[in-house]
């Protein structure tokens, strides 16, 4: 679904921390650079809930019964893998 428009999708905890046991940290943080999202695919109400408490949700789209996509405001991790809003 991604891959076609060549966007990355990585992993992020229900808090929304990145899940850096699995993945590169150089996906989440480039010293100097930031790596900027803006959406995340919550597969429950706890991480729905978590999107809406840090972020500015611009839009949904229910992909099925327990997947959304959740469109929000353009954010970024800090060298300490930090969700950071942009502005």
């Not at 991604?2 to 808090?15: G, I, L, M, N, Y």
């Not at 900027?36 to 978590?50: G, P, S």
Request: net charge positive; proline share 1%; aromatic share 12%.
């Amino acid at each position: 679904m991604f891959s076609k428009k060549e966007t990355k999708v990585r992993c992020v905890h229900e808090d929304l921390v990145p899940y850096r046991h699995v993945a590169n940290d150089a996906w989440y943080y480039k010293k100097g650079e930031h790596i900027v999202f803006n959406f995340i695919l919550a597969d429950d109400t706890n991480m729905l809930k978590n999107i809406t408490h840090q972020l500015i949700v611009l839009d949904t789209v229910n992909l099925s019964k327990n997947l959304t996509l959740v469109k929000t405001q353009d954010f970024f991790f800090n060298e300490n893998f930090e969700l950071v809003k942009k502005n």
